[in-house]
């Protein structure tokens, strides 16, 4: 079945740049996203990239996709304490309705 | 804020009882998705409406059910509950019913606790 495969955790310090990896399985998806969860709080989508694109920049947000490895990934750029959170990465495809499947989630920890 | 409410924010009830989840979608938005958030299943799809019908469904137990109203707001249904049923729930909203880049907005969620 379709599967989001992410790493538990990521640690940098603060201006760092940080790289959070994604694999997933379903070759059909249309759009792949990334959201970002904030202690007791709802998901926020912080970018998305249409499957047939290799890149998308969005000021300090830089997303690359590997279709052919079915791997995706978002570099954040200039890194705050304020990007602490939990970053997931996610695949979703429309068949007349939209089904989303979510990767487990990486904590991404950033050191002042 | 999103814009996609969610009452209550907080339910504790007990085994084998049932509640209701309710959303209230973003102004305009016509579908509405529901996941479950726990620590050990992660983030689960659960299911979608759009403007009344379903749509799609995930992994949503037949003690589950959902519906969406001619105001489109949803209610979440979840009978015969369990422990394990404790989690987070999500309901988020779109446009559209999943054509384009079908941006989902969150809601804050749902805790619910079954003791």
């Known amino acids: 079945g379709e599967d989001v495969e992410q790493s538990l955790f990521l640690s940098v310090r603060e201006g760092d740049s940080s790289v959070i990896n994604c694999t997933y399985t379903?070759?059909?998806?249309?759009?792949l996203y990334w959201y970002k969860q904030e202690p007791g709080a709802g998901l926020q989508l912080l970018t998305y990239i249409f499957s047939n694109m290799d890149m998308k920049q969005d000021q300090r947000l830089t997303v690359l996709l590997n279709k052919k490895d079915k791997h995706l990934s978002l570099r954040i750029a200039d890194t705050q304490t304020g990007d602490s959170a939990i970053y997931f990465c996610?695949?979703?495809?429309?068949?007349?309705?939209?089904?989303?499947?979510f990767g487990a989630g990486t904590r991404l920890f950033v050191k002042a | 804020d999103s814009g996609v409410t969610q009452t209550p924010k907080h339910l504790i009830t007990a085994t084998g009882q049932r509640v209701t989840l309710r959303c209230s979608p973003r102004s305009g938005d016509l579908s509405v998705y529901w996941y479950q958030q726990s620590l050990d299943q992660g983030l689960q799809f659960l299911i979608q409406y759009y403007n009344g019908e379903e749509r799609a469904k995930g992994n949503i137990l037949e003690r589950f059910s959902a519906q969406q109203f001619p105001d489109l707001h949803s209610e979440l249904n979840l009978s015969s509950l369990e422990l394990g049923d404790s989690a987070l729930y999500f309901c988020?909203?779109?446009?559209?019913?999943?054509?384009?880049?079908?941006?989902?907005?969150f809601g804050p969620g749902t805790r619910l606790t079954v003791l």
């Open positions: 379903d070759s059909s998806s249309t759009y």
């Open positions: 996610a695949e979703g495809d429309y068949t007349g309705g939209f089904k989303t499947i």
């Open positions: 988020a909203s779109s446009v559209t019913s999943g054509s384009g880049s079908n941006e989902q907005f």
